[in-house]
């Protein structure tokens, strides 16, 4: 059981190229969730998605995209990446069953992007 | 809308010292509360939680309770050690049960 596994750990990006952060859960969890952490910011929730082919935003969307085609993988696209999107990003996942009043999140390890 | 405000660091301290690290929030309704913690090079890890008011939550030596009447959820430890050194984040998970709002974090350095 591996958990949630992020690929790459670490990533230079020129400014306008773009590339896919790959997560990965094998926890059968049906939420997961995309975030970025800046120094000294905490976590923002970037996107998020409730089920395969069910998606939304977080709150700092803007220049990504995702997709859910399945239940193990949440893919992240940075299509022009720009100097801003410089962060850590990480995966998570959870089992957000009804009824229950919280659901523990699990994390990845964290994909270290630079974009210059 | 629902927001954590917890201490600033960084917090140096002495191995076996007594540790808090305040935390704060705003919320509407009743949320649930979470210390996560980030070791070097890693990944959040859920350290504790509570889910009600009066809730104690612990864990590793690591103790919080969820005081609705101060809407604060304080971190401590009696005696820390070189192995507690990390980044502690507070969360609260308000009315939706998948939506973590994030503290800033604080980072922990224990010397030996």
């Known amino acids: 059981n591996a958990g949630v596994t992020q690929t790459p750990k670490f990533r230079i990006l020129k400014i306008g190229q773009s590339m896919t952060l790959q997560c990965t859960q094998d926890?059968?969890?049906?939420?997961m969730y995309w975030y970025r952490q800046d120094p000294g910011m905490g976590l923002k929730l970037i996107y998020y998605?409730?089920?395969?082919?069910?998606?939304d935003k977080g709150e700092v969307p803007n220049g990504y995209n995702v997709s859910r085609s399945t239940t193990e993988d949440f893919p992240l696209r940075l299509e022009l990446a720009a100097p801003s999107q410089t962060s850590v990003y990480f995966c998570?996942?959870?089992?957000?069953?009804?009824?229950?009043?919280?659901?523990?999140?699990?994390f990845g390890p964290g994909t270290r992007l630079t974009v210059l | 809308g629902d927001s954590v405000t917890q201490m600033e660091g960084p917090v140096t301290l002495s191995e076996e010292a007594f540790l808090t690290i305040n935390c704060t929030y705003t919320?509407?309704?009743?949320?649930?509360l979470f210390w996560y913690v980030q070791y070097p090079g890693e990944g959040l890890q859920l350290l504790l939680k509570?889910?009600?008011?009066?809730d104690k939550g612990s864990n590793k030596g690591f103790e919080a309770t969820y005081r609705k009447e101060t809407t604060s959820f304080h971190l401590e430890k009696g005696s820390v050690q070189v192995s507690d050194s990390a980044v502690y984040f507070c969360?609260?998970?308000?009315?939706?049960?998948?939506?973590?709002?994030f503290g800033k974090g604080t980072l922990l350095t224990v010397n030996p």
């Open positions: 969360a609260l998970m308000g009315g939706s049960n998948y939506k973590l709002t």
């Open positions: 998570a996942s959870s089992d957000a069953t009804s009824g229950i009043t919280y659901n523990e999140q699990f």
């Open positions: 998605s409730v089920g395969a082919g069910i998606t």
């Open positions: 919320a509407t309704g009743y949320p649930s």
């Open positions: 926890m059968n969890h049906n939420y």
């Open positions: 509570a889910t009600k008011a009066d």
